[in-house]
Each structure stands twice: as C-alpha cells, then as structure tokens.
C-alpha cells in the first residue's frame, strides 16, 4: 500500500467540513450588483453570473455562518440571504419551508451553491449540513435545495443521499456546473472521507457517480470541488482535490475530469500539482479555461522538491487550458518572490490561500486577488493581506508586474491591523455598483474574536479599493454566540 503522507494544511484556508470542528462559511454573489441571471459555473473569460432568487434581475447574497448558534444549538447554522435593495433574511433548519430541525453540529450552512436546479428561471440555493444525524447514522450528513420564486427563497427539498451507507458527513462539499451541457444546473456532491463524487442531474433530479484517483483512508477524501470549460468544449469540466491515490508520497494534488454529453467521467483525466484552492478563467484569451491553483502550505523539509511553493510562504500555480485538458507540464509559479509582488515569502504567510479571478480594473482582462491570510504586519501576528495581481496587458496571462498589496492598515479599507485576523481567509471579485470595474470582497474569519467580518472593497478609478465599513454578523442577525468566523469561505 502506498504511504500516504500528509501535507501541512494551513488552519485558515478555506477547506469543507472535513470533521465536526471545521466548518466553513459561504458568501456567494455580489451585495449591491445590478443585473444578473441564472448562476452557471464560470466559463472562458465569462465570469459566473450572480444569484437571484427571486427574478427582479438584481443580484443577491447567500452568506452561511455554519457554526452559528441557533435558539441556543451551537453549531447548527444558518445562512442569511441578502436580497438586492437591501433586505436580508436569514434561514435556519426552523425556518418555515426548510427540510428538518435546526440541531446542535448540523454544520447547516457549511457549504452552499447556487443555480437552477429545476429549470424554472429562478436561481436555487443548495445549502449542506454535514453534521446531520440521519435517523441512526450519526453525522451521515445531508444536502436541501432552497427553490427560487418571485417570493425569494420560501420552500426546500431534501437532496437524497444516493449512497447513505457508503460515506458520513453528505453535503460537506457542493458544486454547481453543467457537466453534461444540456444547459441545466447539476449538483456535484463529495465527502471528505470518500474519494467518488456524487452528481445530482439538473431538472431530472437523477444521479451517477464518478470515481477520483485520491487517496480516501482515515477520513482524508476528497478536499474540494471546483469547475469550469477547460477544453473548450462548451460544457463544463470538474476539478477534485485530495491525496493523490498509489503514490509513493501520496502528496496533495488536483485532478481535471472531463464534463461530456453524458456528464462527467474520470476517463482521460489529468493531474495537477497541489493546491486546495483552485478557480478557473481565460486569462491568456485562447477560449479555453485555466486552471489557477492556491499552494499555501507550511514549510515541510520532507516536502519533493519539485512542489512549489513549499518552502515559502505560499505561491499560485496557473495551469493553461487545451483542447485535451489543463496543460500540467508548464505551470506558471507566481509568489511573493515574484518580480513586481509586494512583500517576500514567509513560513506562515499563507499566499494562496484564497483566491479568485476576475476584471478588478475594467480593461477586459482577468485579473487574481490573492488572501494570505497568515501574514504577519509590523509585529501583529496572522493579522492578512491581500494582493491584487493584473492580466498583462498584452494579454499573456497575469502577471507580478504593478501588484497592489492591501490589509487593514491599508487606507480606505476599514479598522486596523489585529492579532488572528486572517483578512484575506477568502477573496472574491464581483462587479458591485455595474461600474464595470471588479469590486474585492474580503474575508476577515478572526475579526472580533472569531465572529468574522466581510469588506466589499470597491474598485475606483485611479486603481485603489476602498470601503466605508464592514458587514458584521450584526448586519446579518447572525449570532455572535461562539465563534462564527464569517468571512472564512466564499461560495464559487
């Protein structure tokens, strides 16, 4: 049997419920985005369309605080929906209309995905409570789709587990893509200790299964889940993440499978470094979606020396698309030692450990927001950053060249520098106010104490972001009980 080994896995980097003490919080979409239509995963330099689940045409916000209390349930969750024009409502498991009861460690909320799962013009809402105990099987884990309607999001169907005795923890990982090109939204669906994703056909609520080559003994499955048209095919394409399956190291790593006519197969599949994180994007302007992949672990002396990254503080990795896949064997390495990017790499650092792509300064070029959410500022330790990187403008792909390097010290980016942080423990880029510039949505999951803040950093015109406060758990009616860390994970 191959020797699994295990990478060093950076405490606030945006991982899925692997056990009952992690949990990760979700903010999808844009908070004040004017015009959006029904969510499909990204394609070639088409970023991913906003949620709206009531069909006015203006995007709304799905934020989840899974290790919220709720009527005094530590851990059972919630997720708050931020309707465009400023109404918010926030949903438990004892919200009318929701599958189940809200219970102490459900985990509701721990991951969540969006799109229109039945076909109907009004985006879903696909919310994972991991921690559920379904019947006698302690945390086996459960999936509900909250429907769309002109009301918002009013009714929820529990999503069958296909294979209830074959895994624990269903729900913790959540995807929406059209992995069969029929134009529908599928749900792929994968827990951390089985190495098999389960795809839940849009429209028909039908399912398959499809096996990854990763490693899934003692626990350690499947890591993540992301996708995207990486062959350019027009239909979308699926990226798992965990231990690699018979290798002498068993190191970390990703892996393409194909999206077909039938849906998604491991037939054909390409290997990828390592890297938790992954997005994905025309960033060279070729049709085809490359593959960026976040590496932001700890220094480890055993480490293969050909794994970038390890032995700094974190590095991205970018990985072109082709008509047969991701191209694994000229992989782009940008780090904090790169030419032209702010700082140096650091044990700790974590750069890498969020990231996302998108047209931050409206030139039509993708541009990479980078979280290093373990960087240490003037003596404050795990205080974050965040690093903006920009499409070149000859259109190669990004580059290191006029990086901008932001924290809370930053000006315009509201309070200051603190100890445990993690500004930057989740990035995302979305066009907020229809300016066509790209705002930065930022994560900060330590911020008071563990209750977690978001900083919807937008994008001026003399290239700087800027905000005038922060959304707390305050402003979502998310309780403050325990530590909710809101800001840890933004919904793809």
């Keep these: 049997m191959a020797k699994h080994r295990r990478v060093p896995t950076p405490s606030p980097t945006r991982i899925r419920l692997a056990t009952a003490t992690a949990a990760a919080a979700a903010l999808t979409g844009g908070l004040f985005v004017a015009g959006a239509g029904a969510a499909t995963a990204a394609t070639p330099g088409v970023a991913a369309s906003d949620a709206d689940f009531n069909g006015d045409g203006v995007a709304d916000t799905a934020t989840s605080a899974p290790f919220a209390y709720v009527n005094g349930k530590a851990g059972a969750g919630v997720v708050s929906v931020l309707y465009g024009g400023g109404k918010h409502v926030t949903i438990s498991q004892n919200s009318t209309g929701v599958p189940g009861t809200a219970e102490k460690n459900d985990y509701f909320g721990s991951d969540t995905a969006y799109g229109d799962f039945n076909e109907d013009g009004y985006d879903d809402l696909a919310v994972g409570a991991p921690g559920e105990d379904v019947g006698s099987d302690v945390d086996g884990g459960t999936a509900a789709i909250l429907y769309g309607s002109a009301n918002g999001l009013t009714t929820g169907k529990t999503v069958t587990d296909p294979r209830a005795a074959s895994h624990d923890r269903f729900g913790s990982m959540l995807q929406a893509a059209d992995l069969d090109g029929d134009g529908s939204s599928d749900l792929a669906v994968a827990t951390p200790n089985s190495a098999t994703v389960d795809v839940v056909r849009g429209g028909t609520g039908s399912a398959y299964t499809v096996a990854a080559p990763v490693w899934s003994g003692g626990g350690d499955g499947i890591r993540n889940l992301h996708s995207g048209d990486i062959n350019g095919d027009g239909i979308d394409d699926l990226l798992v993440n ?38 994905v994007g025309d960033v060279d302007g070729d049709g085809k979606g490359d ?55 650091e044990s700790g650092d974590y ?35 965040v690093t903006v990187l920009y499409g070149a403008a000859d259109g190669s792909g990004i580059t290191g060249a006029g990086a901008k390097f932001y924290s809370q010290d930053t000006p315009g980016v509201p309070n200051a520098n603190e100890k445990s942080d993690h500004f930057g423990s989740d990035v995302h880029i979305d ?26 950093l937008h994008s001026n015109t003399d290239d700087t972001l ?16 325990g530590t909710p860390y809101l800001g840890i994970n933004f919904a793809d």
């Design 242 to 279: 965990g231990y690699e399956k018979d290798s002498p190291e068993g190191w970390n790593a990703n892996f393409y499978l194909p999206g077909t006519g039938s849906g998604v197969t491991s037939t054909g599949y390409v290997k990828l470094p390592a890297g938790i994180i992954t997005d």
């Design 431 to 456: 066009d907020l106010d229809g300016d066509g510039r790209g705002d930065v949505v930022v994560g900060a999951s330590g911020e008071n104490g563990g209750n977690g803040a978001v900083y919807a």
């Design 466 to 481: 800027s905000a005038s406060a922060g959304i707390y758990t305050s402003t979502l009616g998310i309780s403050a009980s």
């Design 351 to 385: 750069f890498g450990n969020e990231l996302d792509l998108g047209d931050v300064n409206g030139d039509g070029r993708l541009d990479l927001v980078v979280g290093a959410s373990g960087e240490n500022l003037d003596g404050i330790t795990d205080a974050g950053s």
């Design 291 to 345: 593959v960026v992949l976040g590496l932001a672990w700890d220094p480890d002396p055993e480490a293969p020396s050909d794994v970038p990254g390890v032995q700094k503080g974190g590095a991205v990795l970018i990985a072109h698309g082709t008509e047969s896949g991701p191209d694994a064997s000229a992989v782009q390495t940008i780090d904090q030692d790169t030419a032209g990017v702010p700082g140096s790499g």
